[in-house]
DNA sequence: TAGGGGATCCCGTTTTTACGGGATGGGGTG
DNA sequence: CACCCCATCCCGTAAAAACGGGATCCCCTA
């Protein structure tokens, strides 16, 4: 009943010796981990490595000497579309993270986890999972949960939170009226008591914070 | 050098009597978790849990007779303000986890992981980490990176955003010109050009998109 | 060196907003 | 049954925005 295992081919690209060495000993000494390739830049790597590469899982550095390894995703990404971006570095401030995320990277983990957390994490990124550092994880929660923060209960009528939105997609009052059915007069009564409710003056400070309170 | 390990307090709702049973032997069978509270409903543990509690984590499960795990989570939140609340549950379903997550748990882990995968869970909340079941990581990198599209590369020149920005706050272009240190013809044309790539011909509309292009 | 883009400035007209100050009818509530 | 809120409608004015159609200067690049 046991699948075969499919060997995975792995590539590196860290620019400390040192460590993409030991990196790619521990790999190989995996049985169903291989890693022919190592770099110690992106150049390297998009200069040198075969069209036909197979390869399931980039490791990838941030910190490299010439392109950035956030830089590098995208370009990774386009020239490999089947493989998946791993990364190992060791900055966690907020921004790196996302940003890398955002861009493509199918995990994050940082170095000072053992080694054997990152050999899982490289089997978990090559079966479709997301390995996470538990503070990367934590980040993101954060970041995710300030997304989405206790609304300050500003309680828009149906017709003000309707014109709100037609407003925000460019309409100008006279186009809304038409569009509700209504006179101009009403429309503009609507955005007089959306004006009180936000305490703003004008339609785009309406505007931004509707949507940043999420009311639209 | 090693630092004393403070043992956890961890209690369980979880409404399989068996596999409840199965989880707090694991639990105490730890060296440094322990396990004295278990319940099968949530109502069960609000009514029953003695004020001078100290509960590290509560192991939650969210398919629960009465009130549902997720609902529980704020309320938990409110009594327990110290503890941390690790979602342990069958359910992978994209809505359940964010809301799960949305109202604040710390981590989110799945019936099918292995035992000792839960149990290094518990250690991770503990700690201030975020573990995650590899599925769901990669769900909400999903949802994150659905939340940042592919930008469509609209790049606005410097002054463009500055101007953007302010409008957003609800400066009006006079307002805007002095901040600037220009004048309001200055404004003027930057809001023009902003209306071009954004095709756009309004304020308000200006800053929706904006907004939603992440722009400022 | 010619051309392009960014930032700056200006004039004038039409359209739209912002707001003060009204009004009416309907639905719900103390 | 008053009272309030909501939705609707109206007038008028001052302010602001939208836009056509210009211009100058600077920096960078083909």
Same mark, same amino acid.
Do not use: S
């Given at each position: 009943m046991t699948p075969p295992i499919s060997v995975r081919n792995i590539c590196l690209i860290e620019d400390h010796q040192d460590y993409r060495n030991a990196l790619k000993l521990a790999i190989n000494d995996s049985d169903h981990l291989t890693c022919h390739l190592d770099f110690s830049s992106v150049e390297a790597c998009l200069d040198n490595i075969p069209d036909n590469s197979s390869i399931d899982v980039i490791l990838l550095?941030?910190?490299? %000497?010439?392109?950035?390894g956030v830089t590098a995703i995208p370009q990774l990404l386009k020239q490999f579309p089947q493989t998946k971006i791993l990364v190992l570095t060791v900055y966690d401030h907020k921004p790196v993270v996302l940003q890398a995320l955002a861009a493509g990277a199918s995990g994050y983990l940082l170095k000072s986890d053992h080694i054997l957390t990152i050999l899982r994490g490289i089997d978990e990124v090559a079966n479709g999972g997301a390995p996470l550092n538990s503070h990367i994880a934590r980040m993101i929660l954060t970041t995710f949960n300030a997304v989405r923060p206790?609304? %300050?209960?500003i309680d828009l009528t149906e017709r003000e939170r309707e014109t709100l939105g037609l407003l925000a997609k460019g309409l100008i009052k006279k186009e809304i009226a038409d569009q509700l059915g209504v006179s101009y007069h009403t429309v503009d009564t609507h955005v007089r008591n959306i004006y009180a409710k936000l305490q703003v003056h004008n339609l785009s400070g309406a505007v931004a914070k509707a949507i940043h309170l999420d009311l639209i």
């Open positions: 550095d941030l910190g490299l %000497p010439g392109m950035h206790a609304k %300050p209960e």
